[in-house]
């Protein structure tokens, strides 16, 4: 998965922002003080894993 992210960026480096998809960690730290279980529905922008989404739907 990690290598996509690379390839991608090398070719398209003005247009895409990481080198590498958001992990799990990052994901739980920013959503650390979000009410997520008063959250109906979640949108996760961009053209990512959905980790963020994944790490609201577990908490």
Request: net charge neutral; hydrophobic share 40%.
């Given at each position: 998965?990690?290598?996509?992210?690379?390839?991608?960026?090398?070719?398209h480096?003005?247009?895409?922002?990481s080198?590498?998809?958001?992990?799990r960690?990052l994901?739980?730290?920013?959503l650390?003080?979000v009410?997520?279980d008063?959250?109906?529905?979640m949108?996760e922008?961009g053209s990512?894993?959905?980790t963020?989404t994944k790490?609201?739907q577990?908490l």
């Amino acid at each position: 998965m990690g290598n996509n992210f690379v390839l991608e960026f090398l070719r398209h480096s003005k247009e895409v922002g990481s080198l590498l998809p958001s992990s799990r960690f990052l994901a739980n730290a920013m959503l650390e003080n979000v009410p997520v279980d008063k959250i109906h529905r979640m949108v996760e922008y961009g053209s990512g894993t959905g980790t963020f989404t994944k790490v609201a739907q577990e908490l």
